[in-house]
């Protein structure tokens, strides 16, 4: 979502005259995009705004800006340091030109309004990632859900969707500059919903994401579609249908489940039960039988005892994960968690159970690429391996991370691999002649 974000700041600064520097160290503005969903996203924040002040010396005339989440949250704090010229919440991008314009000579520019329409819709993000391959595409901004651990709905306020004909363009533009895949992103994707009466609507009918999905899959089949993120309670059938009648939307779903405890579950305000969220996953496996599920875990939340950790485990273990992003909980401040709940798991506590989820899921990887061993695989490449240059590497459809020998192939292209050998991060493979 931040690169996303970043890519639109750099359109918003480059139609303003500004340009991209490659080093730090010849840049005139410095514009941090920061994060606030867990205390040591922001701790890394204060030590830039450390090193930021080592350069202010050497340089004169050096600008810093802090956006972002922890613009809106702290910015009273942030406006404190001297080495801070400039604060920017998320929703206040396109204000940056002026807000650079007015601080020669005076005082230090803030914007932190939070808007209820704001999506940047009409902005063509510059991309930053030049594999020229695989590109996010915003599709909404915000979050309702109020998770009560988390800090978003308070920093990005309300949930929004983006004009679904800018989305459209988006998508198709990139893909006739020669991208292949695109990610669609949003905190809760599912929820996503245009109303026809929305103004300059030029549909007829409201747009759900599933329609939008498919909207985006009609583009090409050579197009590779895949989304993030999905709230397990908004996942419906009509996602899965759609996805079965598009083999360009990839078979892989980020499904959430934070918890595998019913009653870790209700304090975190997350609208699902266990059971629930399995029989989700039981849908997804029926429907599309080669996709692949991936997860958010959190260890260590308020009240959680040893036997919540185990159902964690053993979620784990049924749904049979092939990644996860795994986080120790992490109190934010003003959140509902916050207010009500002790944050009582130990430290020590919380970090052995995040190793034991981590060690699971190494195991559930393996297992997971051990399955495809054997198995012919679609690839598309972003580049070259880590270790060679007669290595690419690119995804597949599943969104696994295949390396195999180049040969005459190249970035970009799609490639049929025999799957050889896997660790429980990568599989390697064999071009199919
Ligand atoms: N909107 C997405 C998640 C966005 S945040 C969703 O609901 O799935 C990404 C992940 O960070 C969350 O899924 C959660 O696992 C983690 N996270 C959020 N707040 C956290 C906190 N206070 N402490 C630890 N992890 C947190
Ligand atoms: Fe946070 Fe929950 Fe919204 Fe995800 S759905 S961004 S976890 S409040």
């Known amino acids: 979502m931040n690169v996303s974000d970043s890519e639109v700041v750099l359109s918003v600064l480059q139609q303003a005259g500004y340009s991209l520097c490659s080093k730090i160290t010849e840049a005139s503005l410095i514009l941090v995009n920061t994060c606030s969903i867990r205390d040591n996203a922001e701790q890394k924040i204060w030590s830039r705004i450390d090193y930021f002040k080592s350069l202010k010396k050497r340089r004169k005339g050096l600008t810093v800006g802090i956006l972002g989440c922890m613009a809106e949250r702290l910015k009273e704090r942030l406006l404190e340091q001297s080495v801070v010229d400039i604060v920017a919440g998320p929703d206040s991008y396109r204000d940056l030109p002026h807000l650079l314009n007015e601080l020669p000579g005076g005082e230090k520019q803030i914007n932190t309004i939070l808007s209820l ?3 940047y819709a009409d902005i063509s993000p510059v991309r930053m990632d030049k594999n020229g391959v695989s590109a996010f595409i915003s599709i909404m901004r915000g979050c309702n859900n109020f998770c009560s651990y988390c800090v978003v709905p308070y920093v990005r306020g309300r949930e929004r ?7 459209l363009n988006e998508a198709k533009e990139l893909f006739n500059n020669g991208y292949k895949e695109v990610t669609l992103l949003g905190q809760n994707v599912n929820s996503f919903n245009w109303r026809a009466t929305d103004q300059q609507s030029s549909f007829k009918e409201d747009i759900s994401f599933s329609k939008l999905l498919e909207m985006v899959a009609q583009i090409s089949p050579q197009l ?9 309670k908004d996942m419906d059938d009509s996602v899965l249908t759609t996805m079965v009648k598009y083999s360009n939307i990839c078979r892989h779903i980020h499904l959430p489940v934070q918890s595998g405890s019913d009653s870790v579950l209700k304090r975190m305000n997350r609208k699902y039960t266990r059971k629930e969220y399995l029989l989700r996953l ?6 599309l039988p080669d996709c692949t599920i991936s997860t958010d875990i959190i260890a260590g939340f308020c009240g959680e005892s040893e036997q919540d950790h185990l159902d964690t485990l053993s979620v784990m273990r049924e749904a049979g994960y092939y990644t996860s992003f795994m986080f120790q909980y992490s109190q934010r401040p003003d959140t509902t968690a916050a207010q009500q709940l002790a944050d009582d798991v130990p430290p020590r506590v919380k970090n052995s159970r995040l190793n034991e989820i ?5 195991e559930l ?9 054997g198995n012919e695989v679609e690839v598309l490449v972003e580049g070259f391996s880590k270790r060679s240059k007669a290595e690419l590497s690119g995804r597949t459809s599943q969104n696994k991370v295949c390396i195999f020998p180049a040969g005459e192939h190249k970035v970009g292209d ?11 991060a990568t599989l390697k493979g064999e071009v199919i002649s």
């Open 365 to 373: 990887s393996h297992i997971s690429n051990k399955a495809d061993l």
């Open 414 to 424: 799609y490639v049929k691999v025999k799957v050889t050998s896997c660790s429980s």
């Open 358 to 362: 981590i060690a699971l899921q190494n």
């Open 224 to 232: 590779r579609v895949r989304f993030s993120t999905s709230h397990p």
């Open 117 to 119: 329409e704001e999506t």
């Open 282 to 287: 039981e849908k997804i496996k029926k429907m």
């Open 161 to 167: 969707s983006r004009n679904p004909q800018s989305i």
